[in-house]
């Protein structure tokens, strides 16, 4: 199995910039298509990104197209999610996942990492 933990979230203002990073151990994620996911209090995980297990092909939410690029270092066994033009909306816990697919659905990736809180204000 793989072992993944998210960092990089933090409190920003609107319009500001966070990377986060998914690390993982255990296995490389070269093994592994790579996807965001977030959920707000209150409401279902949705999809954020995702990238094949190439790196050659990346999905994104209609929500966050051309304000978040997803991208993977092999030689850092890293996923990094940058985001940009931060919305109060943005605000939620956001996961990292490995899966054998670059998909919209969270039930189709089989390992998760803890979370990590990012919150923007107005």
């Known amino acids: 199995q793989v072992q993944l933990v998210e960092s990089g979230g933090g409190l920003v203002q609107a319009g500001g910039s966070l990377r986060l990073s998914c690390a993982a151990s255990?296995?490389?994620?070269?093994?592994?298509?790579m996807g965001w996911f977030r959920q707000a209090p209150g409401k279902e995980r949705e999809f954020v990104a995702a990238?094949?297990?190439?790196?050659?092909?990346?999905v994104y939410a209609d929500s966050v197209k051309g304000r978040f690029t997803i991208s993977r270092v092999s030689a850092k066994n890293t996923v990094f999610l940058q985001m940009n033009s931060l919305k109060p909306e943005d605000t939620a816990v956001y996961y990292c996942?490995?899966?054998?697919?670059?998909?919209?659905?969270?039930?189709?990736?089989?390992?998760w990492g803890q979370g990590t809180q990012v919150t923007v204000s107005s």
């Open positions: 996942a490995a899966g054998l697919a670059a998909t919209v659905r969270p039930r189709e990736y089989g390992y």
């Open positions: 255990g296995r490389t994620i070269g093994s592994y298509a």
């Open positions: 990238i094949s297990r190439s790196g050659g092909e990346t």
